[in-house]
C-alpha cells in the first residue's frame, strides 16, 4: 500500500483540496504536514462546496483519519471554528488527531504579523496577516508554543514571558503598539485546552504503525513549491517547506517510506500575493481567466493574479520534488480560446533559460517565449474518459505532459469531485 504525497506545483490554488479529496476516499490517513490557515481548499461534493484552511481534506471523507502533523502551525481558535462549521453540515471530524509537537499561532504572532506588514510598505510580502511567519520564526528561534505546552500551565507560563520579553519591546518602541501582558495570552490560549486534549496524538508513532499495517497515507501540502522557503521565489513565499521533503519533516515519516509524489497543477498558472509572475496577464485575458475559473482566494476573498500555463516552473516543480505523477485541473476554464498560449522558456535580456534561473533578479526580470497551441469550443465538463475530450484538448495535455516532467495521471474538467478524467491510478 502506498504512502502518497499531494503538493502544488505552482504558487498554491491549483486545487490539491479536490486531489486530496479523491485520494481520500480510498485511503486510511490524510495528514497535513506545513502551512496554517493561510492557504485555503475548495471541495465540492454533491454540489455542496466546503472551505478548509486547517483541516486536512480527507476530513470530508467517512472512514479517513485526518492528522495535523508536526509541520503545521495551529490557530486553535480557528481550528475548533472549523471543526464546529463542518459539525453543524454533518460532517463526522471526531477522527482528528493534531500532533503534540505541531506549534501555536499565539495571538501576539497576529498582532506582529500585521504590524509589520504595515511597516513595511511598498516592499511587503503580502502575507495574509494570520500569524504564520511570526509563529515559524517562534520556532526557528526556539521561543516557540507548542501544543503539549498547553497542558502544562507553568511551563506554558515561561514559554509566554520568554517570548514577549522581546516582543513587547519590538511593539512598543519600534511599531508604537502597547504592550501584550504574559497573563491575557496565557488565558487565551488555555481557553480550549480541555477541548484539545483528546484529540493530541504522537503523530509519527502513529503514521509509522500505520504504514507497517499496510494503511495507506496521503500527505497534502499546504500552499505549493512556489512558495516553498528554501525552493520558492524568495523572500515571497511561505515560512515552511511546501515541497516534498517537507512532507517528511512535518510528519515524522522518512523518506523510503513515500512511494509516490504527485503535483497539482492547473491548467493555467495563478498566485497570490507580492512577488515575480513571468506569464502573469495584466489584461483582458487575465480578468477572463479570473471569472471564468472563479479565481478569488478561498482563505482571503483576494483576486488571484493570473497568466498562462508556465512549463518552466512545473519542470522546476518536478525536478525538486521529484514527481512522479502530474494532476492537471481545471482544463475546463480554458474552452473557448482560439489559442492558448504556453510558456515553454524564458527570455532574460536577450539570454534564453529553458530552466528556472537561479538569480532571482533573472527570474524578476523573465519574458516568456510562448508556444501557441490550438483551442476547442467543445463543453468538455462531462468528459470521464481521455478519449472524450476534443483533439485540441487532448493535444493541449500532452504537449503539456512532454514539457512538464512529468506523466498527467488525471485531469480536472469541473469543481465537482465527479468531474475527473483519470488517465493512471495514483493508489496502485
Known amino acids: 500500500m502506498p504512502a502518497v504525497v499531494v503538493l502544488g506545483a505552482q504558487w498554491g490554488d491549483e486545487g490539491k483540496g479536490k486531489a486530496t479529496d479523491q485520494l481520500g476516499s480510498r485511503t486510511d490517513y490524510v495528514v497535513k504536514f506545513n502551512g496554517g490557515n493561510n492557504a485555503g481548499h475548495t471541495v465540492v461534493i454533491d454540489g455542496e462546496k466546503y472551505a478548509l484552511h486547517l483541516l486536512p481534506s480527507g476530513i470530508l471523507s467517512p472512514g479517513v483519519v485526518p492528522v495535523i ?16 462549521a463542518l459539525e453543524a453540515r454533518g460532517v463526522d471530524t471526531s477522527a482528528l488527531k493534531v500532533s503534540s509537537a505541531a506549534h501555536v499561532i499565539a495571538p501576539y504572532n497576529r498582532t506582529l504579523d500585521k504590524v509589520t506588514e504595515r511597516f513595511l510598505g511598498k516592499r511587503r510580502i503580502g502575507t495574509t496577516g494570520r500569524g504564520i511567519g511570526p509563529a515559524y520564526s517562534d520556532k526557528i528561534n526556539r521561543v516557540g508554543i507548542r501544543i503539549q505546552d498547553l497542558f502544562d500551565e507553568k511551563i506554558l507560563h515561561e514559554k509566554v514571558e520568554g517570548a514577549l520579553d522581546q516582543k513587547n519591546h519590538l511593539l512598543v518602541k519600534v511599531y ?3 504592550a501584550i501582558t504574559v497573563e491575557e495570552t496565557v488565558e487565551d490560549l488555555l481557553r480550549h485546552a480541555d477541548r484539545l486534549k483528546p484529540l493530541v496524538a504522537d503523530t509519527p508513532l502513529l503514521l509509522n504503525n500505520a504504514l507497517d499495517a499496510g494503511k495507506t497515507l496521503v500527505f497534502e501540502a499546504g500552499q505549493a513549491t512556489m ?15 511546501a515541497t516534498a521533503g517537507g512532507a517528511c519533516t512535518g510528519s515524522g515519516v522518512g523518506p523510503t517510506r513515500i512511494d509516490r509524489v504527485v503535483a497539482v497543477a492547473k491548467a493555467y498558472t495563478t498566485r497570490v500575493g507580492e512577488g515575480p509572475f513571468p506569464t502573469e496577464l495584466l489584461d483582458d485575458d487575465g480578468e477572463w481567466l479570473r471569472q471564468t475559473g472563479g479565481e478569488f482566494g478561498t482563505t482571503t476573498g483576494r483576486p488571484r493574479r493570473c497568466g498562462w500555463y508556465d512549463a518552466v516552473v512545473v519542470r522546476y516543480a518536478s525536478r525538486i520534488n521529484g514527481l512522479t505523477d502530474l494532476v492537471v485541473t481545471k482544463l475546463d476554464v480554458l474552452t473557448g480560446k482560439d489559442k492558448i498560449p504556453v510558456a515553454v522558456a524564458y527570455d532574460v535580456n536577450g539570454r534564453r533559460f529553458d530552466e528556472m534561473p537561479d538569480d532571482q533578479s533573472d527570474f524578476h526580470h523573465a519574458t516568456p517565449i510562448y508556444e501557441y ?25 500532452l504537449r503539456l505532459e512532454e514539457i512538464s516532467g512529468a506523466r498527467i495521471s ?13 488517465r493512471h491510478e495514483l493508489l496502485s
Request: zero cysteines.
Open 410 to 422: 488525471s485531469i480536472g474538467v469541473g469543481p465537482g469531485r465527479e468531474a475527473t478524467i483519470i
Open 227 to 241: 512558495l516553498d522557503v528554501d525552493h520558492g521565489t524568495y523572500p515571497f513565499v511561505t515560512s515552511s517547506s
Open 176 to 178: 508604537n503598539r502597547r
Open 373 to 397: 497551441l490550438d483551442g476547442w469550443t467543445q463543453d468538455i465538463s462531462q468528459a470521464r474518459e481521455f478519449d472524450d475530450l476534443p483533439v485540441n484538448a487532448q493535444r493541449y495535455l
Open 69 to 84: 502533523g508536526n509541520g503545521v502551525v495551529v490557530d486553535i481558535e480557528v481550528l475548533f471554528e472549523e471543526i464546529d
